[in-house]
């Protein structure tokens, strides 16, 4: 039996998807398959014109409202931008930072995340940082090397009682978004245990044993069991296969069932 979390998380991030009725649609489809379970906390991340629209939809049940992406400021004068403040007066509880899209594809830096994960977790946010290595690290052995970095950077000077808020999201760079990579359960379980170790450096044992560490990168029907049954393994971060109610609920479905066997005495 797990000792480290008593709960799966299995979070969708909807990137830049879907339009106003497209979003609703999808809202609502998984709220209606979805039966309330102890044994997994659903979190949904739609882009954020749409944060408004899904947090009143999700309003009453046991699904979670969670964020892409925000600006670490409470506010002032950034334009384009938006403040943890606005997030929470959406009802997000959640946020997702430091994305390999963000960073490869936005040029944000270590230094810049770490500062949104400490005002996400001043501002009273659960945070979800992302962090995993390039095809070329990986080929290169760096594996190790960048995902140390990248968290003992991003969670510089983060105080030890936030920790609690915190959970780590392994997405290597070139699993995400491509389903013909091979997927590899025992490579995911491998870099999550070197980020556990990491994570007990920086925050003790005891605080680095009860945090939730997810894997992300291609996770579908198919393989969600696989992931979800890896030692380190407390959730999945869904992209493609959140986009279809039916994929994403087979998924939820398959973290509670992988719960309810882990919660079983031996
Ligand atoms: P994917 O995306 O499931 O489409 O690979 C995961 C993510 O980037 O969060």
Redesign the pocket.
Known sequence: MKTHTSQKFV?G?W?MHTTSSEAEHLAKGIIEGFDRSEHVTVILCPPFPYLALVGEMLKGTQIALGAQNMYPDKEGAFTGEVSPTMLLDLGCKYV?LG???RRHKLGESDAFINQKVECALSAGLNAIL?VGETLEQRNAKQTQAVLDSQLSQGLANVPPEFFSRLSV?Y?PVW?????LHHENPQQAQDALLLIRKKLSQICGDFRAQQMIVQY?????PENATAYLGQHDIDGV??????LKADKFLAIVHAAIAENEAEMQPV
């Open positions: 979070v991030n990137k997702i994305h390999s899209e992302c999201a997405e699993a995400i978004g491509n389903s992300g990168g291609s996770v579908e971060l869904i992209g493609g296969a959140s």
